[in-house]
T-cell receptor, first 111, second 116 residues
Framework: DGGITQSPKYLFRKEGQNVTLSCEQN?????MYWYRQDPGQGLRLIYY???????QKGDIAEGYSVSREKKESFPLTVTSAQKNPTAFYLC??????????FGEGSWLTVV | AQKITQTQPGMFVQEKEAVTLDCTYD???????LFWYKQPSSGEMIFLIY??????QNATEGRYSLNFQKARKSANLVISASQLGDSAMYFC?????????????FGKGTHLIIQP
């Protein structure tokens, strides 16, 4: 099936730990994105990548890192520098124009 | 900078009635796209409808239509014959389409509840 797959669905992080959220797409999309959503809020852009081996900071990149070694994959690492990481994280992808499609999301909780 | 404003935090509507969700936007880009997404309680973001800034006609997709008024910078979503399954959060969003792919700017959303 074509689509965007995020894993894990639920993740718990201890203080001081880095965690990595996976995002894979088989839609042959050029661009990929990571968004963060806090309860009752809209989505905010963390990072985006228009092409392999290149990515750009979004509005709230501090405390996060990404890589784009393959067209299909865009993992997000939430580092210990992110002081308030508890949120819902959504990965998305698109061609250069037109609609942006989302994965099912990952819930990250700090324990 | 782009900005999306959704002024209705929540709406209650009777089943089978039509619903209009408001969205106004602000941008200095001449080429842009406007989107509506539905987010049910499960969390996934479901793409509903797209309108390009140069499109001459309003977009329609099944029961969804986008009332695009460029001079007023508004892009309201109209849902005809609402159903119980339409209950969800609805987000208006936009992106620059002049070049590249730099992501969407979202509004804060409208929580729509359809009552039987």
């Amino acid at each position: 099936d074509g689509g965007i797959t995020q894993s894990p669905k639920y993740l718990f992080r201890k203080e001081g730990q880095n965690v990595t959220l996976s995002c894979e797409q088989n839609l042959n999309h050029d661009a990929m994105y990571w968004y963060r959503q806090d309860p009752g809020q809209g989505l905010r852009l963390i990072y985006y990548s228009q092409i392999v081996n290149d990515f750009q900071k979004g509005d709230i990149a501090e405390g996060y890192s990404v890589s784009r070694e393959k067209k299909e994959s865009f993992p997000l690492t939430v580092t210990s520098a992110q002081k308030n990481p508890t949120a819902f994280y959504l990965c998305a992808s698109s061609f250069y124009t037109g609609a942006i499609y989302f994965g099912e999301g990952s819930w990250l909780t700090v324990v | 900078a782009q900005k999306i404003t959704q002024t209705q935090p929540g709406m209650f509507v009777q089943e089978k009635e039509a619903v209009t969700l408001d969205c106004t936007y602000d941008t200095s880009d001449p080429s842009y796209g406007l989107f509506w997404y539905k987010q049910p309680s499960s969390g996934e973001m479901i793409f509903l409808i797209y309108q390009g800034s140069y499109d001459q006609q309003n977009a329609t997709e099944g029961r969804y239509s986008l009332n695009f008024q460029k001079a007023r910078k508004s892009a309201n979503l109209v849902i005809s014959a609402s159903q119980l399954g339409d209950s969800a959060m609805y987000f208006c969003a936009m992106r620059d389409t002049g070049g590249g792919a730099d992501g969407l700017t979202f509004g804060k959303g409208t929580h729509l509840i359809i009552q039987p």
